[in-house]
């Protein structure tokens, strides 16, 4: 099974879509960890190193985004965990996502994408 671990990056106290995701992706039949609230990068990293993840899935509903997301990829490629799927989601304004993509972020999906699309592109896109 695909290993996903969902975190909520910085200090964002909004988990309800985070944990919408965790539930829909565990129903398309993914091992899904979650991580909690207010994680750091580190922490972050951390947890996908030692748990041994596909996809590190970051949400965040503040524009802190554009600082944690990178430093979570910059992190992971420091750490020789550099091929996992990084994926980001939560509220991320429509100019900002090239800015992620080019910083690592392989998709960003916020308000309003659907599980089941979720759940594709990471059957699609993760390293194996």
Request: hydrophobic share 45%; glycine share 14%; with cysteine.
């Amino acid at each position: 099974r695909i290993r996903v671990l969902i975190a909520k990056v910085g200090l964002d106290g909004h988990e309800a879509g985070a944990r919408v995701v965790v539930l829909g992706l565990r129903d398309e039949g993914m091992e899904v960890i979650y991580t909690g609230l207010r994680q750091t990068p580190e922490m972050v990293v951390e947890v996908a190193i030692q748990e041994d993840v596909d996809v590190v899935g970051l949400s965040c509903l503040s524009g802190a985004y554009k600082s944690l997301f990178p430093r979570v990829v910059r992190l992971l490629k420091e750490k020789g965990a550099g091929d996992r799927l990084v994926i980001g989601g939560g509220v991320i304004a429509d100019e900002d996502i090239r800015f992620l993509k080019e910083q690592g972020i392989s998709a960003v999906f916020g308000q309003g994408s659907f599980i089941k699309g979720i759940a594709d592109y990471i059957r699609n896109n993760v390293r194996r």
